[in-house]
């Protein structure tokens, strides 16, 4: 009974709370006009906090270099993929590796550059199909027997050699004048223009311009905003003059003769200061032992707006001995010299000119006295793969060139080997990617994104920042 009696009461006063309530909100009129009352109580634009967002919330993963059969070095390595097959696969389409492996990225890219080297563009495909042109030379001649023998990688580790000394033999060059060329830059072109999906899949038109002196690595991507009306009215910049230079400020003229002459965007990422041996990042003398001077940290903040802080060849952010106390500065270290020697001759007073971390303080140093930091950038990671396959992910890295693809012995093929030494192909990162803030996925708009430098580097983990 004291149960009914206690929910008796219980119920009765609900009935007067409610009674009560209903009476106060009698006494309260109802607004005259809704809209207006509505428009005093969110006093804000709108209500909803997305509405009128204009900003990137999410980045796009691509890969800013990526080479193909038609780089000499990747060819003679063997690779036979071309860039229409890289532009497949990165977008999430199954292939064929150059050594007949079914390959497919876990998750597409959004984006993707096919940088193929500018110097000997197509060079090596002409090569190996028994171009009469070639043929006729007797350096031409010997190689192609030595390739249908089998002795391709011989021949690969000659004639990067010749190229990193800057010995390639001047009848064999493919100059970028000439129709063989010119023909491959096209169909380059055309490959960017196929597989370019707005929305969807941006594939940019690019090359890298493979600047090396005596080895050392200046090497910089360069990326077009534009589509093939603008990208094709001038071929791309080498290293051998008549038609290119190894000095950057020569690549810096070249690219405004570039905007001028079509109202074109271009910009370059130079990356591998690890193998430069000091010359990356100058504080004092630029490579050539002429001072840096305003026009030099000017030009070079205008063009460069990115450095590839990853890839393959190692981590190019930090190394132990610039960052002591810094644990994780020694990751993927590689600092065993430049392109064409072994460990003998890096030394420690050439580290601070290779390094990206060092190099944002001696920017800030050069500020100070010239007025401009010329290395103010931000940063991106890619693969520099020479497969054709922009594979980052360690449970699914095709590796450096077509001799460390998948196989049990992979790890012990060396990755590079003259008479001075040997790299072998377990020194090879499996990195990276580039993160980019881009509102849309187009040309334009990741292009705009990276001259922000709302961009970020990653050994390939799509992780958000």
């Known amino acids: 009974m004291k149960i009914f009696y206690r929910s008796i009461t219980i ?9 009560a309530s209903l009476t106060a909100n009698a006494q309260i009129p109802p607004p005259q006009n809704p809209e207006e009352a509505l428009a005093e109580a969110y006093t804000g634009k709108s209500y909803s906090p997305y509405a009128g967002r204009d900003f990137p919330t999410f980045p796009l993963w ?5 080479h ?8 003679a390595f063997g690779a036979t993929l071309r ?4 532009l497949q696969f990165a977008r999430g389409d199954e292939v064929i590796s150059s050594t007949g492996i079914p390959v497919k990225l876990s998750r597409p890219l959004d984006w993707l550059v096919v940088a193929d080297h500018s110097d000997n563009m197509g060079f090596f495909p002409d090569l190996k199909a028994g171009k009469q042109e070639i043929l006729a030379d007797p350096k031409g001649r010997d190689w192609y027997d030595r390739i249908q023998a089998g002795e391709g990688v011989g021949v690969a580790y000659e004639m990067i050699g010749l190229f990193a000394n800057g010995n390639f033999p001047e009848s064999l060059t493919y100059w970028p004048n000439e129709p063989a060329y010119k023909s491959v830059w096209e169909r380059t072109i055309h490959a960017a223009e196929e597989y370019n999906d707005p929305g969807h899949f941006t594939a940019f038109i690019g090359y890298e ?9 200046m090497h910089r991507v360069v990326i077009y905003r534009d589509d093939a009306d603008k990208g094709s009215q001038m071929v791309p910049y080498t290293t051998y003059p008549p038609y290119g230079s190894p000095n950057p400020r020569d690549l810096w003229t070249w690219l405004g003769s570039y905007e001028e002459k079509t109202g074109g965007d271009v910009l370059a990422i130079a990356h591998n200061g690890n193998l430069a041996n000091g010359i990356m990042f100058p504080l004092r003398e630029q490579y050539d032992g002429k001072r840096l001077d305003k026009e030099y940290v000017t030009e070079r903040a205008k063009w460069e707006p990115l450095y590839e802080a990853t890839q393959i060849k190692g981590d190019g952010e930090a190394h132990p001995f610039l960052s002591p106390d810094d644990e994780f500065a020694d990751y993927e270290t590689w600092d065993i010299g430049n392109l064409d020697t072994v460990p003998t001759i890096k030394t420690d007073d050439m580290l601070a000119g290779e390094y990206a971390r060092e190099a944002l303080k001696s920017g800030l140093a050069i500020e100070a006295k010239l007025g401009t930091n010329p290395y103010k950038f931000g940063m991106i990671g890619s693969t520099d793969s020479h497969t054709g396959l922009a594979t980052a992910g360690e449970d699914n890295f095709f590796g450096k060139h077509t001799g460390a693809e998948p196989k049990p012995e992979r790890m012990m093929h060396p990755f590079l080997k003259n008479e001075k030494g040997t790299i072998m192909g377990w020194g090879m990162v499996a990195s990276g990617l580039a993160a980019v803030y881009a509102k849309d996925n187009t040309r334009k708009s990741i292009f705009d994104a990276m001259e922000r430098k709302e961009t970020y580097a990653t050994t390939g983990s799509r992780m958000m920042v």
């Open 11 to 19: 119920s009765l006063l609900v009935l007067g709370f409610l009674a």
């Open 62 to 66: 691509g890969d800013t270099h990526l």
């Open 68 to 75: 193909t059969g038609n780089s000499f070095d990747a060819g």
């Open 83 to 86: 860039p229409e097959d890289a």
């Open 209 to 217: 311009w493979t600047s090396l002196v005596t080895g050392n690595n």
